[in-house]
């Protein structure tokens, strides 16, 4: 089964620090990959996905993430932190190979952004 | 916004008592997804409908169920509440029936059972 390790709870950098939040799953193959973000009373909204190709993909926000085979990671960076960013993040990743698609979620890092 | 709406965004109710949260999802998605997120849970897969047909099921208790309308809403029935199934509902919406799709989410129904 698919799980995904986020082993930060909670992060808190200073606005316009760099930011990088780890994520590690366990699948058999390589998955797909998603980062999601959750602002207070707002539902998740999609930063970057991967599926193939190239290991370092750029989303939204100026957010990007690298996927490590090798170390069976998806980590997402910034280089430097807005206030705005504040929010909980989310790892997600996918089964390939599938109609029935369901991801699973890590349990998410909370970001704290000091002015 | 995602295009994802869900009703009601609060609701409170009484143990013993039965609910039904509803979804619409985005234009032209034929995937619905429901999930619960809570505190000591996380966000937890529930089920997925794909074209008013059942595609897959998580971590769904017998107490709770769900179906899609032709229309392609979707509706969350949880009966027989308990305190612990207080949580934040989340629906979310897919293209396609497999993972490539992205998810887009509503804003959640947040129940509150006394």
């Known amino acids: 089964a698919q799980s995904v390790t986020q082993p930060d709870i909670h992060i808190t950098v200073s606005e316009g620090a760099s930011l990088e939040l780890r994520c590690n799953y366990s699948?058999?193959?390589?998955?797909?990959l998603f980062w999601y973000v959750q602002s207070p009373g707002q539902g998740l909204q999609l930063l970057l996905k991967y599926f193939s190709g190239d290991t370092l993909v750029q989303g939204i926000k100026g957010f990007e993430a690298e996927f490590k085979r090798s170390q069976s990671s998806f980590n997402l960076r910034k280089p430097s932190v807005h206030w705005s960013d504040a929010a909980e993040y989310f790892c997600a990743v996918g089964a390939r190979d599938t109609n029935a698609g369901k991801s699973t979620f890590g349990d998410g890092t909370t970001l704290t952004v000091k002015p | 916004d995602s295009g994802v709406t869900q009703t009601p965004k609060h609701l409170i109710t009484a143990t013993g008592q039965r609910v039904t949260l509803r979804c619409s999802p985005r234009s032209g998605d034929l995937s619905v997804y429901w999930y619960q997120q809570s505190l000591d849970q996380g966000l937890q897969f529930l089920i997925q409908y794909y074209n008013g047909e059942e595609r897959a099921k998580g971590n769904i208790l017998e107490r709770f169920s769900a179906q899609q309308f032709p229309d392609l809403h979707s509706e969350l029935n949880l009966s027989s509440l308990e305190l612990g199934d207080s949580a934040l509902y989340f629906c979310?919406?897919?293209?396609?029936?497999?993972?490539?799709?992205?998810?887009?989410f509503g804003e959640g129904s947040r129940l509150t059972v006394l």
């Open positions: 979310a919406s897919s293209v396609v029936a497999g993972n490539t799709g992205e998810l887009f």
């Open positions: 699948y058999g193959a390589t998955p797909y």
